[in-house]
């Protein structure tokens, strides 16, 4: 983990914290690194409700509630807007959390396919009951694609703190 993302992960443990937030992720292509760098920090217990790694599509299904529809249809798939919305609005759903990222992607090497290319990431973020979702592309090897995912992942939730907040 970089000094960046531990920064990161810091700033958005003492913001929940101080305002009784708690959170909770969703995640694919960053197989729990969003998790791990929360939990790397004191204090992380009074925010992190929980995290769901759902690299199988039967997990995001089984799990977080993502339609068939979503991961059948060719067109959408698991690397989508439609997923990452589900996703993070089923952990929210699963695990109690007033704020949610989820994460899904193609970090590769391999893996990409015309409109999805490696380096394609998308993530969704529920807060209050609300959701959106960013889509972004990182150019670099496996790790540095999970890296950027994580970091990005986490500046979502802070937003999603200033949002519950206002």
């Not at 990409?112 to 889509?135: D, I, M, N």
Request: charged share 20%; aromatic share 4%.
């Amino acid at each position: 983990m970089t000094s960046r993302t531990y920064e990161v992960a810091s700033a958005l443990v003492s913001e929940a914290t101080s305002l009784g937030v708690n959170c909770a992720t969703a995640e694919s292509c960053t197989g729990g690194l969003v998790s791990a760098a929360i939990t790397s920090v004191p204090g992380s217990s009074m925010v992190l409700r929980g995290a769901v790694v759902s690299y199988h599509p039967e997990v995001k299904h089984a799990l977080l509630g993502v339609t068939r529809e979503v991961i059948d249809d060719p067109a959408v798939g698991v690397v989508s807007e439609q997923c990452a919305r589900q996703m993070c609005q089923g952990v929210a759903r699963v695990l109690g959390a007033d704020l949610a990222v989820s994460t899904t992607g193609i970090a590769g090497p391999g893996g990409g396919e015309p409109g999805k290319p490696v380096g394609t990431v998308w993530f969704g973020l529920s807060a209050g009951g609300r959701s959106r979702c960013v889509l972004r592309h990182f150019d670099g090897s496996r790790d540095e694609v999970r890296a950027a995912a994580v970091l990005v992942a986490l500046e979502l939730l802070r937003e999603g703190i200033k949002e519950l907040s206002t």
